[in-house]
């Protein structure tokens, strides 16, 4: 697989689809929000979030999947199942990144933000940007975990520099075991990040307004550090 920083082209079934960008125009905004839709949702589906955390002086690229699904099995298959399709999905999501950056706004001042399947892409794809040094804004994982068999050890090396790192699911999530959530912050935590381990008693595969506040906290703080002074 491609790392993120070679992922500026989308191959395989995602490459037929174009990203949503919404927003404060690329070429004028300060800041930026890559937002990746869950299996069934859309790109659409994504922008309430952005509004809900007050991100409404940025820009928005929300990738788009072929079929409204990023990869066809679930999210802790065999790696191999999920080809092609994991693949293409990363360099989709690698090159609304690379969108991003060719308009002037570099990472730290990208915030990654994924549903559902697209959380879990979007772990993914900043623990592999992680080999390049990557540091984000933040990255917000609302209901996921990383993507692979967890009886197979993963490889992760490098350092994501401080990147605020927020994991919330609920613990009655049928989706996403509570475990793997816990053991991708524990990664997250050997790369670097300064991890957010939000887990919710009771709360089922869906979005909470504590999620949409960590988000929104992570909005307050990129555009602090891009305001003139």
Not at 138 to 145: I, S, Y
Not at 183 to 199: H, M, P, T, Y
Not at 200 to 207: F, K, N, Q, R, S
Request: glycine content about 10%.
């Amino acid at each position: 697989m491609p790392t993120p920083n070679e992922a500026a082209v989308v191959v395989g079934p995602h490459a037929a689809a174009s990203p949503l960008v919404a927003g404060v125009p690329l070429a004028t905004a300060a800041y930026a929000l890559v937002m990746v839709h869950g299996r069934g949702g859309s790109a659409e589906g994504m922008l309430p979030i952005a509004r809900a955390a007050k991100a409404t002086d940025a820009a928005l690229v929300a990738p788009v999947a072929i079929g409204n699904s990023w990869y066809p099995q679930r999210f802790l298959a065999p790696t191999a199942l999920n080809e092609p399709w994991l693949s293409s999905a990363l360099s989709a999501l690698g090159a609304a990144v690379a969108q991003v950056r060719s308009a002037g706004i570099a990472d730290h001042r990208i915030i990654l933000v994924g549903f559902s399947q697209g959380a879990c892409l979007t772990l993914e794809y900043a623990a592999r940007a992680a080999v390049d040094g990557a540091r984000f804004g933040g990255v917000v994982a609302m209901a996921g975990a990383l993507i692979g068999d967890p009886a197979v050890a993963r490889s992760d090396r490098g350092s994501l520099h401080g990147t605020p790192v927020v994991l919330a699911c609920g613990d009655a999530d049928t989706h996403i075991p509570e475990d793997l959530v816990r053991r991708s912050a524990d990664v997250f935590a050997e790369l670097g990040a300064l991890v957010d381990l939000r887990i919710y008693p009771g709360l089922g595969h869906d979005i909470t307004g504590d999620q949409i506040a960590a988000l929104a906290a992570i909005v307050d703080a990129v555009r602090l550090e891009v305001a003139p002074t």
